[in-house]
């Protein structure tokens, strides 16, 4: 199970961190992922860390103010999110994959982020 958490309602210019508590699946072992989807366009990638937090990824368009990280003994990922832009409004997700067995895939519910004035 994965769970967002932290959305709502910021200021352009503002900042906003989502946690994403997980359970029932060995946290270490998966890959994190978040990602966004804005009203009628598809779902993508925003950032990634690798299982043990060695590695992060992130997308050309979120570089610089977004960070990701996780807590393995917390089974928790995070999504610190800076200088939000109004393009930014959209459901952010939760994504788990495991490191080796790519079937083994699960997602959150999504929390709503809007950024207006």
């Known amino acids: 199970q994965l769970v967002e958490s932290g959305g709502g309602l910021v200021q352009p210019g503002g900042s906003l961190l989502l946690p994403c508590a997980t359970s029932?699946?060995?946290?270490?072992?998966?890959?994190m992922k978040w990602y966004c989807q804005a009203p009628g366009k598809e779902r993508e990638l925003v950032v990634s860390?690798?299982?043990?937090?060695?590695?992060?990824k992130y997308a050309d368009s979120v570089k610089g103010r977004f960070t990701i990280s996780r807590d393995n003994a917390w089974n928790t990922v995070y999504l610190q999110m800076n200088s939000l832009q109004p393009e930014g409004t959209a459901v952010y997700y939760c994504?788990?994959?495991?490191?080796?067995?790519?079937?083994?895939?699960?997602w959150g519910q999504g929390t709503q982020v809007t950024v207006s004035s």
């Open positions: 860390i690798t299982s043990a937090g060695g590695s992060t």
């Open positions: 994504n788990a994959v495991h490191r080796v067995r790519a079937q083994y895939d699960y």
């Open positions: 029932g699946f060995t946290f270490s072992s998966y890959v």
